[in-house]
């Protein structure tokens, strides 16, 4: 069973350059520790204080390893810390969401 992690991020808008670099990192960070990326989102239209990100993992056993070589990542312990002294993150949810499969047909 896939399980996607949702990340909600509140941002400083006047901030979103720099939002925008911390995502693009971690574009790389992410799959190398083990992360299936699906992508960040950016505000476009509407709220400009609202990113997303989506990553999915085939459990959540895979999602603690995963967070365990993140955290011993040294280019993600840096991301995490150039986030932390610029702080353009005012908060960060996470929801875990499983797909929605096509129930079977027939009798």
Known sequence: MTVTCCIRYVIDPFQRDAFAAYARN???IIPACGGDLLG????????????????SFASLADYETYRARLKSDPDGAANFRM???KRF???????FLTPVALAPVGP
């Open 26 to 28: 971690w574009l790389r």
């Open 40 to 55: 960040y989102f950016l505000p476009h239209e509407g709220t400009n204080y609202e990113a997303l990100a989506l990553i």
């Open 83 to 85: 986030a932390q002294e």
């Open 89 to 95: 993150i005012l908060r960060e949810e996470r929801t």
